[in-house]
């Protein structure tokens, strides 16, 4: 059984930062592909960010310089450090594992 498990969502002042984490089980992590997807209200799901079983990284225009997408296979983890928040930034953020597994988001606010 595949769980993804993302914690780090919360509640972050504009210019703040925050940092995701998705830990993946019953699954050989390291062969996949994973991506963070945001959905904010009433809006489209959107991809944020991906980065392949190779390392390479690729980011929405409307993070590139202030989110950064890593992974550590040796702990099946994912992350998102989410530098210069804005308001705009608010939303549900998903892990996706192999554009198939997800995880069950976490609600990310950025609001003074």
């Known amino acids: 059984q595949v769980h993804l498990v993302e914690s780090g969502g919360g509640l972050v002042q504009p210019g703040g930062s925050l940092r995701l984490s998705c830990a993946a089980s019953g699954i050989i992590f390291s062969a996949n592909v994973m991506e963070w997807y945001r959905q904010a209200r009433g809006k489209q799901r959107e991809l944020v960010a991906t980065i392949t079983s190779g390392g390479t990284t690729n980011y929405a225009d409307s993070v590139k310089g202030r989110f950064t997408i890593s992974r550590d296979n040796a702990e099946n983890t994912v992350y998102l450090q989410m530098n210069s928040l804005q308001p705009e930034d608010t939303a549900v953020y998903y892990c996706?594992?192999?554009?198939?597994?997800w995880g069950q988001g976490t609600q990310v606010t950025v609001s003074s």
């Open positions: 996706v594992l192999g554009r198939h597994y």
